[in-house]
């Protein structure tokens, strides 16, 4: 019993939020007498790291070097990929020091079509594990294991030797309400969305040694909402723009660094701040509707929501800035064959308040790979914990393959 209530807690607290639609007024009377102003979204889990090597490099991945994940980091890029053939499966525990059963799992695909084209698929799902469901009186009503996921299929090309471009169509599941009797209107949420991916890489010369110089950017996720009832209230997905810069330069022969940078920001509308009257309650117009103190609308369409990201946080340039998320990593090889990484992130306190240092190691043998990373949070009492992820890398070269210039 305690551990069903334990699970039922942290269900209501890291996925019913992304449940409140962002027309609800709720949402926006939490927490308006203080700074903080954080962005709710539909279907978070798309934007998740999702394998060991760029979560090991604090979350930072759009410049650097291509690898079997290319498609969530930077479709750009995996057009540069090295092998003609290979794939990947990574598995993350989440939430794992709070509950046991909920786990992140990625199978991707890539295969070269010629030296210039390369194209790639992926599976991501989210098991929320199973959760003791309760009626407002505290009966319980059923079990239930609320599940996520998500389809993708990507093309990668080559538009010189040192520019890619890279498109993703994905389609996303959300069953979080499962098969509740007392919800007639709940539904499974369900999405279409693109990835759109530029990436450009220059060898150089630094210090008399070999180098590159990678420059990377990435729209993610960039698609239509998602509603668990009906049209009325709908969701923004995590639509995201990623835009970054990678150097790395040979030590020796047989040792190199490589150093990454990330900056992100979500296009999708800031809350705003309702007008409340002398009682702490939010004022309506006659329409029904709340009065806008500061911002703007957010029950705007996509393009809207997106454009107008940039320009409607309640707080002006200020509270703009505060949305940028920065990644940094670090990634030291030895031969190609072992590596040592190393990270942190950083979002303000203001917009969700993450801050954690990360760490991983890499082992490959001929084709095959193992990349194992740890997550620490600053707050010692963070939910993200001692986040662990593992991923197995499959990597070919074929001997038939007859390369054309498309």
Known sequence: MNVHLKKSFWFLAFVAPFLVSIQSNAQFLSGQESDRNPITVAVPFVGFAPDSRGAAMGDAGVASAPDAYSVHWNNGKLAFIDNDLGFSF???????????????????????????????????????????????????????????????????????????????????????SGNITGAPDAKAGTSVAIDLGFYYNKELIFNGKNAELSLGAHLSNFGQKVTYSNDSNEDFIPTNLRLGAGFKTNIDPYNSIAILLDFNKLLVPTPPVYQEDENGEVVNDANGNPVILKGKDPNRPL????????????????????????????????????????????????????????????????????????????????????????????????????????
């Open 303 to 406: 393009l809207s929501g997106a454009f107008g990201s940039f320009t409607d946080a309640p707080n002006g340039f200020s509270e703009e800035m505060q949305e940028i998320m920065i990644s940094s990593g670090l990634e030291y090889k030895y031969r190609d064959v072992f590596a040592v990484r190393a990270g942190y992130f950083y979002e303000h306190a203001n917009k969700g308040d993450r801050k954690y240092f990360t760490a991983g190691l890499g082992f490959k043998y001929q084709v095959f790979g193992v990349d194992f990373s740890y997550l620490v949070p600053q707050d010692n009492n963070h939910p993200l914990g001692d986040t662990l992820r593992l991923s197995f890398v499959f990597s070919f070269d074929t001997k038939d393959e007859n390369p054309t210039d498309g």
């Open 90 to 176: 990574s598995y993350s525990p989440w939430l794992g020091n709070i509950v046991d059963d909920m786990s992140l799992n990625y199978l991707t695909f890539y295969k070269k079509i010629d030296r210039i084209q390369t194209i790639g698929a992926s599976v991501r799902y989210f098991d929320l594990g199973e959760i003791q469901l309760t009626d407002i009186n505290a009966n319980a009503i059923g079990l239930e294991n609320p599940r996520e996921a998500a389809f993708d299929v990507t093309y990668s090309r080559k538009l010189s030797e040192n520019i890619g471009l890279g498109g993703t169509i994905r389609y996303i599941w959300s069953n979080l």
